[in-house]
């Protein structure tokens, strides 16, 4: 089975930078795309940013700009590098694979802003 290993989240201030990596681990014969969703509290779960596997990119229009995804294809890790951070990007980020039979997730990791 596959499984996704988050990390990187934490404290900063507004402003500041964070970078999450997402890794995953199994046997993963196919993919269309991995990115990242997040979840604020009393919001809904939104598309933050994924990469597909041809290497296009989407982002939510909140972070276009200051966001950037990446993909390590050797070592089956997606980056999401993030700059000038706000209070509003606040929240639990989730990784998330896109294979054929459907999608699976990280466990979630937490961001917080402080103003």
């Known amino acids: 089975q596959v499984q996704l290993v988050e990390s990187g989240g934490g404290l900063v201030q507004a402003g500041g930078s964070l970078r999450l990596s997402c890794a995953a681990s199994?046997?993963?014969?196919?993919?269309?795309?991995m990115g990242w969703d997040r979840q604020a509290p009393k919001n809904q779960r939104e598309l933050v940013a994924r990469v597909t596997s041809g290497g296009s990119t989407d982002y939510a229009v909140s972070v276009k700009g200051r966001f950037t995804i990446s993909r390590d294809d050797a070592e089956n890790t997606v980056y999401l590098q993030m700059n000038q951070l706000k209070p509003e990007d606040t929240a639990v980020y989730y990784c998330k694979l896109d294979v054929p039979i459907g999608a699976i997730w990280g466990q979630g990791i937490q961001v917080f802003v402080s103003s």
């Open positions: 199994g046997s993963i014969f196919s993919f269309t795309a």
